[in-house]
Nanobody, 121 residues
Framework: QVQLVESGGGLVQPGESLRLSCAAS????????MSWYRQAPGKERELVAS????????RYADYVRGRFTISRDNAKNTLYLQMNSLKPEDTAVYYC??????????????WGQGTVVTVSS
């Protein structure tokens, strides 16, 4: 079955960087777009970034554009999120998600368990 396992979260200070990873299994990774979402305490889950199946197309939420970069390694079945210039408002549980197709606008049908990112001085 589909499995998505996030890693790389932690506690960092404002301005620092983190790289999240999502190891995928149970499906043909290179055939599907993938996304990162986040959910802060007391808030709804929101899109961070999406990437198409072969990585040629990406989209970002306005609040992370220019600071975060989504990428993927289809040979390793792994999705990444490089997060730079982190802010306290980036504190959240970060989830990776699998789309139903290869396009960044496809709906999602599988989620990981999440990894916690805390940005605090």
């Amino acid at each position: 079955q589909v499995q998505l396992v996030e890693s790389g979260g932690g506690l960092v200070q404002p301005g620092e960087s983190l790289r999240l990873s999502c190891a995928a299994s149970g499906f043909t990774f290179s055939s599907y777009a993938m996304s990162w979402y986040r959910q802060a305490p007391g808030k709804e889950r929101e899109l961070v970034a999406s990437i198409s199946s072969f990585g040629g197309s990406t989209r970002y939420a306005d609040y992370v554009r220019g600071r975060f970069t989504i990428s993927r390694d289809n040979a390793k079945n792994t999705l990444y999120l490089q997060m730079n210039s982190l802010k306290p408002e980036d504190t959240a549980v970060y989830y990776c998600a699998k789309a139903v197709g290869g396009n960044v606008y496809n709906s999602l049908n599988a989620w990981g368990q999440g990894t916690v990112v805390t940005v605090s001085s």
